[in-house]
Nanobody, 120 residues
Framework: QVQLVESGGGLVQAGGSLRLSCAAS????????MGWYRQAPGKQRELVAS???????KYADSVKGRFTISRDNAKNAVHLQMGSLKPEDTAVYYC??????????????WGKGTLVTVSP
């Protein structure tokens, strides 16, 4: 079994910064793409940033220049450094990973989510 555990959410004032982390554990054969999504109240879940196995990254237009995604393959972890936060960044942030398990299955996994609240 493989699971993702997020940390780092919380309450911050507009203009502030937060760093989210997500670690994968369990029967991991290989971690493929990893990323962060978010879902604000009353809205659909949307991609925030993603990073495949290499160094290529992808960002939502709304966070370009403010957020940075990175991964630590040795620790099976992905991080999201968020800066210049705005109230509209308020959402539950979910970690996502595509994993090749040791049993040969390809798993599309989600963390339970971590709440980020940005006050005006």
């Amino acid at each position: 079994q493989v699971q993702l555990v997020e940390s780092g959410g919380g309450l911050v004032q507009a203009g502030g910064s937060l760093r989210l982390s997500c670690a994968a554990s369990g029967s991991i054969g290989r971690l493929n793409a990893m990323g962060w999504y978010r879902q604000a109240p009353g809205k659909q879940r949307e991609l925030v940033a993603s990073i495949p196995s290499g160094v290529t990254t992808k960002y939502a237009d709304s966070v370009k220049g403010r957020f940075t995604i990175s991964r630590d393959n040795a620790k099976n972890a992905v991080h999201l450094q968020m800066g210049s936060l705005k109230p509209e960044d308020t959402a539950v942030y979910y970690c996502n990973a595509v994993v090749d398990s040791l049993r040969g299955y390809v798993l599309n996994l989600w963390g339970k989510g971590t709440l980020v609240t940005v006050s005006p």
